[in-house]
């Protein structure tokens, strides 16, 4: 079974600043099949990122997905009031079970 | 954009029984695979149960397997979750997702959730 590992568990930063979110698996997640999920304050989560970089349609620019093999990450450029959230990385395609990250929260510093 | 909207939740006590139910919008329900994943009160994010556009496949994690059926109604654009022999430990919000096609997991629609609470 991979096991996801997020870090950190909290970020504290302030808006227009720089989030830098990473997700390190236990071992190699093949075809990159790692995506990225935002849940805002009793939201559903929603899908951010596919394939480790595809940003799904109508999510802004300033989220950006990176990393291959068993090294992820997630980077918001400048943080908007809506970005302060919780996210989650996945590993998907053929390989059960499907496991989720534990959660990185982005909280306004 | 579809939508997915989950019933059926509430309070049950341990050992008992509860059946969710996913109303889907979207006319194209039957092409898509579709999951449910839980959610645990302050704890992250668990797949539970998975089946295929016509129902040929079927998965389920371990910690439900043998107590949860996953099962479909194409006609009915419904989704459905029994589950039986509930524990304390299946407390938890319910999602009804939607697999994107061509991606074996990856889910790309997420409705709002039923809370399911188990207690005596």
């Known amino acids: 079974e991979i096991v996801l590992t997020q870090s950190p568990g909290t970020l504290s930063l302030s808006p227009g600043e720089r989030a830098t979110l990473s997700c390190r698996a236990s071992?190699?997640?093949?075809?990159?099949?790692l995506a990225w999920y935002q849940q805002r304050p009793g939201q559903s989560p929603r899908l951010l990122i596919y394939g480790a970089s595809s940003r799904v349609t109508g999510i802004p620019d300033r989220f950006s997905g990176s990393g291959s093999g068993t090294d992820f990450t997630l980077t918001i450029s400048r943080l908007e009031a809506e970005d302060f959230a919780i996210y989650y990385c996945q590993q998907y395609g053929r390989s059960p079970p499907w496991t989720f990250g534990q959660g990185t929260k982005v909280e306004i510093q | 954009e579809e939508q997915l909207v989950e019933s059926g939740g509430g309070l049950v006590k341990p050992g008992g029984s509860l059946r969710l139910t996913c109303a889907a919008s979207a006319s194209n329900f039957n092409t898509y695979s579709m999951s449910w994943v839980r959610q645990a009160p302050g704890k992250g994010l668990e797949w539970v149960a998975s089946?295929?556009?016509?129902?040929?496949?079927?998965s389920y994690a371990n910690s439900v397997k043998g107590r949860f059926t996953i099962s479909r109604d194409n006609a009915r654009n419904s989704l459905y979750l029994e589950m039986i022999s509930l524990r304390i430990e299946d407390t938890a919000v319910y999602y009804c997702v939607r697999e994107a096609n061509g991606a074996i997991m990856l889910f790309d629609q997420w409705g709002q959730g039923t809370p399911v609470t188990v207690s005596s």
């Open positions: 071992q190699t997640i093949s075809g990159n099949y």
């Open positions: 089946i295929s556009s016509i129902s040929t496949y079927l």
